[in-house]
């Protein structure tokens, strides 16, 4: 396994790492739903046990995740090696009793509730969860100074950043100083990370690391869905309204996979190793955090961990996909 410092901290990171988002389950925010189908915890300690037999060192998580379910199942699994590996975990989505998730004093008790439930004195990356500070960014000057001073008790060591727009990582890079970003990223929708972005060139500027989670679209780039037979899924779990699963899109992606596994084999390995070797392929991108819920995915997903593409094979991926609508 090869590893990545983040930004201009000393925190090294696997590159191929796991997002611990489908460990929440089925749940939802606000009554919108925002979990996965449930998962076996046996299961999914048998595979973060085998990711850390393989040099896996960097676990992503949330306290919306299950509402704090994937962080104590994740403490659970570790147990007293949770001080040997890197945790993430983020603040924002889950609101409570707030009347905002950014409140500072929310920020504060959800902090010390992660602590708790991760079992550990410190969190190795806290990320503001996305990029709504209320509708006139009345909490963002607060919300960032609580940031720091839980960066200053050593609570946190390093902070960032996850959002979902160009336009809310331009202004917030500058307010917050975040040394990591967070957001979707595949060889779909590079939007972030590609050439001559403007989120590229801040995190350039800035000496910036990217995690890119959905690296491999929540599988759709493992040619694991049919556009015959579009997949259906459970109330609280958030693909049943996403319409990257409706039978359109799907039918839309299948010749494009067809064009991948000419390329570079059929079979879902290899499809994994195009799809996050391609996100490596860019310098600012530290990590890729692929969900998983059981050892054959994150199998899967560490199979090729040191085959890098060469810059023809990241050519050819980007011009499959490069008539694609970011979606």
């Known amino acids: 396994m090869k590893y990545r410092r983040l930004g201009k901290s000393n925190i090294e990171v696997s590159e191929i790492s796991l997002g611990c988002w489908t460990m929440g389950g089925r749940n939802w925010s606000n009554g919108v739903s925002n ?24 676990f992503d998580n949330a306290d919306v995740y299950g509402n704090g379910k994937a962080e104590r199942m994740l403490a659970r699994i570790l147990s007293n090696r949770t001080k040997d590996v890197i945790i993430a975990t983020k603040v924002g989505w ?11 004093i929310h920020i504060r008790h959800q902090c010390e509730q992660s602590l708790k439930n991760l079992n550990r004195d410190y969190i190795d990356i806290y990320y503001f969860h996305h990029g709504h500070f209320g509708d006139r960014d009345e909490y963002l000057d607060d919300a960032v100074e609580v940031m720091y001073k839980l960066k200053d008790e050593g609570k946190i060591r ?39 972005q403007p989120v590229r060139k801040m995190m350039e500027e800035y000496n910036i690391s990217f995690v890119a989670f959905s690296p491999v679209a929540k599988g ?61 392929h860019f310098h600012v991108v530290g990590s890729v955090i692929p ?23 990241f050519e050819f991926i980007k011009n499959v996909f490069r008539d694609m609508q970011k979606y």
């Open 35 to 58: 979990g996965w189908a449930d998962v076996d915890e046996n299961e999914v300690a048998t595979a973060i046990n085998y990711a850390l037999e393989k040099g896996v060192n960097h």
């Open 220 to 280: 759709l780039l493992l040619n694991k869905y049919n556009s015959k037979q579009p997949p259906t899924f459970d109330e609280g779990d958030h693909r049943k309204n996403d319409t990257k699963f409706h039978q359109d899109f799907i039918k839309q992606i299948e010749p494009k996979l067809e064009m991948l596994k000419n390329k570079f084999g059929s079979s879902t390995e290899s499809l994994s190793r195009a799809a996050l070797q391609y996100l490596l």
């Open 291 to 313: 969900g998983f819920r059981n050892l054959e995915q994150v199998k899967i997903n560490l199979s090729e961990a040191d085959k890098p593409l060469t810059d023809d094979e």
């Open 94 to 104: 889950f609101q409570g009793t707030a009347e905002h998730a950014y409140d500072p």
């Open 158 to 196: 390093i902070i960032g950043q996850s959002a979902y727009s160009n336009e809310d990582f331009v202004k917030l890079i500058p307010k917050v100083k975040p040394e990591v970003l967070q957001s979707f990223a595949n060889s779909m929708d590079d939007r972030f990370i590609a050439d001559n």
